[in-house]
Nanobody
Framework: QVQLVESGGGLVQPGDSLRLSCVVL??????FGWFRQAPGKEREFVAA????????LYSDSVKGRFTISRDNAKNTAYLQMNSLKPEDTALYYC?????????????????WGQGTQVTVSS
């Protein structure tokens, strides 16, 4: 079993930055990703990364603004969010998978955190 715990969400203004953290506990994972879900919308892919590599995958909506990373020694994944927009408002989840493939579909991820709320508003 893998347990994921997110933190770092909050209320910010457009253009601000925020860094989300996700502590990964339990079995070793091969890939991890970040998803978000706004009220009334489907869970949306944000970014993914191989845990042991440098390959990354970003959704078009966040590419150039968000950066996914991890600190292997701390077993912690991060999502650095810059130039935040109101449309970034959502509950953000970190997710993990045993697969080595970088995928954007939520169903490809086996383990999920509880979520952390990010609200971008003037």
């Amino acid at each position: 079993q893998v347990q994921l715990v997110e933190s770092g969400g909050g209320l910010v203004q457009p253009g601000d930055s925020l860094r989300l953290s996700c502590v990964v506990l339990g079995r070793t994972i091969n890939t991890f990703g970040w998803f978000r879900q706004a009220p009334g919308k489907e869970r949306e892919f944000v970014a993914a990364m191989r845990w042991s590599g440098v390959n990354t995958l970003y959704s078009d909506s966040v590419k150039g603004r968000f950066t996914i990373s991890r600190d292997n020694a701390k077993n912690t994944a991060y999502l650095q969010m810059n130039s935040l927009k109101p449309e970034d408002t959502a509950l953000y989840y970190c997710a993990a998978a045993s697969s080595y493939a970088l995928r954007s579909r939520a169903s490809a991820y086996e383990y999920w955190g509880q979520g952390t709320q990010v609200t971008v508003s003037s």
